[in-house]
Nanobody, 119 residues
Framework: QVQLVESGGGLVQAGGSLRLSCAASGRTASGYAVGWFRQAPGKEREFVAR????????YYADSVKGRFTISRDNAKNTVSLQMNSLKPEDTAVYYC????????????WGQGTQVTVSS
């Protein structure tokens, strides 16, 4: 079992920055790909970014490409999402999730952290 806990959410003005962290405990998450997802009120959950288990490969949704950066520190069992140039449409609950094999779906999910971007 891998437990994931997100932190770093909050209220920020448009154009500002936030850094989200996903801390893993229990079984090490170093062998898992880790993704960030978000869900805005009344909308379906959507993919934001993903990093491979080694940290060497990253993927981003088009809506955040060039503004968000995902990274991981396996020694600290953490994955971060640096969010710059935030827009009101980035407002959502952000979740991190871990997958042993992405094609089979994500095995573990955190509880989420709220990000609110005011205009």
């Amino acid at each position: 079992q891998v437990q994931l806990v997100e932190s770093g959410g909050g209220l920020v003005q448009a154009g500002g920055s936030l850094r989200l962290s996903c801390a893993a405990s229990g079984r090490t998450a170093s062998g898992y790909a880790v993704g960030w997802f978000r869900q805005a009120p009344g909308k379906e959950r959507e993919f934001v970014a993903r990093v491979s288990w080694s940290g060497g490969t990253t993927y981003y949704a088009d809506s955040v490409k060039g503004r968000f950066t995902i990274s991981r520190d396996n020694a600290k069992n953490t994955v971060s999402l640096q969010m710059n140039s935030l827009k009101p449409e980035d407002t959502a609950v952000y979740y991190c999730a871990a997958a042993a094999l992405v094609a089979r779906g994500y095995d573990y999910w955190g509880q989420g952290t709220q990000v609110t971007v005011s205009s």
